[in-house]
């Protein structure tokens, strides 16, 4: 084990492009990382001479008693590492943290089988930037106190509000990366080499998919690991055989998965960075959207509509597909260009447009609000104001987030601010959802993903 520190960060994301195509692998997503970024910091627990203890503590300082302490141990028959929840120090009944809880099974389980000596007592610290969260006020409210680069947020948890930038897989991945390096020695910087990062990714994807109790696309591991990228899912049936951890052979299946070395099950994920740029002149901005209702179930919805026409949804998929490719290589040919010409986002301007058209007849067909009325309203309003060249509705779309390309300038993000400061949607549209606060967040597009940060970066933030 490391006898320093060990700081980590990993990116959070957004799906610009191939909300629901990016489920099936004859598909791709354009995913960009963006600088939002939740940091891990892992350093020895001290205890008294002679004191040995199976014990890691992990705190969120940010909130309020977020800390959760757990036991570890070997467990029969190659199950892994089995860890068990403490009593805490800071509340009587404390919650439970699935994604931390599971990530530490599955990291420490890894680990178990890569090093000879004991895993000995950690202490870690996890830290998120500010844009992850709503704030409960002003920049100037008594709620929320800065330290440095982050915030006391001031509230539990659980009470904190996400802004949906992907806070879990970053998590996930940070947490993952710096357990890898603390207690690999051979791994001090895993992340540096392809090998570390795709093993790193595995890992990262095995307990995201484990803490959420499914297997999704995954691209938004891929955007924590590797940043912004075009991604290609990996084949679910990778992780359907690894079973429950505990059971017997575990830690072997595990070992096997990550490292990828099981004949029969090959990591079949595409990552391709090469093929996605922003321009120099462009910025990628979020808005985080305060909406008075959303619909459960949207995925669902549209692939029951897809399995019902399949024809249909055929031609639909691989149009958007070809408008979806269009976007990144239009952005990747102007960021390769050394000179603009005059108006040059015309162009791109007209590929968001097709792309948004398109993904209003899917949501049309599926009766799924992925453009919902109220968001077109609000992307058509931003996209007449000077220097904005357009906006979609992320992801898997819905009411709560939208995001701009604008041009990267103080005059165009003022313009931009003063506007959704004072927006007001027209209509409830047709869902029965209104628009409240539409809050810009400070957040951009962030081309790398993992990276080593200094420790001093969380003075005042430690366990003392």
Known sequence: MSPSATAVSAPGKVLLAGGY???????????????????AHVQELSTGDGVKLSEIIVRSPQFKDAEWRYG???????????????????????????????????????????????IEPASVTICADTDYYSQPGSSDDDSVLSKGRFVNFNVPLSKANKTGLGSSAALVTAFTAALLAHYIRSEADPWKTESGKARLHNLAQAAHCAAQGKIGSGFDIAAA??????????????????????????????KETVDDTSPSRKWNTQIDKSAVGIPRGLRLVMCDVDCGSATPGMVKGVFSWRKENPEEAALLWETLQKGNEDLAQELRRLSLCPVLSTNPYNNLRDIILTIRSLIREMSKKAGVPIEPKVQ??????????????GGVVPGAGGYDAAVLLIEDNHDTL??????????????????????GKVRLLGVKQEMEGLRAEDPSLYDGWLAR
């Open 414 to 435: 003022g313009e931009v601010h003063r506007f959704l400061d004072q927006y007001k949607a027209e209509s409830a549209g047709s869902e029965g959802a209104t628009i």
């Open 21 to 39: 195509l990016v489920v099936d692998r004859d598909y791709t997503g354009l995913v960009f990382g963006l600088d939002a970024r939740i940091h």
């Open 225 to 254: 690991v590797y940043g912004s990228c075009i991604y290609k899912r990996f084949s679910p049936a990778i992780l359907e055989h690894l079973g429950d951890s505990g059971t017997p052979g575990f830690s072997i299946r595990l």
């Open 376 to 389: 077109t309203e609000l992307l058509d309003a931003c996209s007449q104001l000077p220097g904005v060249v």
């Open 72 to 118: 570890y141990r070997l467990t029969e028959g190659d199950g892994g590492i089995e860890v068990t929840q403490l009593k805490g120090h800071t509340t009587s009944a404390q919650s439970r943290n699935p994604f931390v809880e599971t990530a530490l099974v599955y990291a420490l389980t890894y680990i178990s089988s890569h090093i000879d000596s004991r």
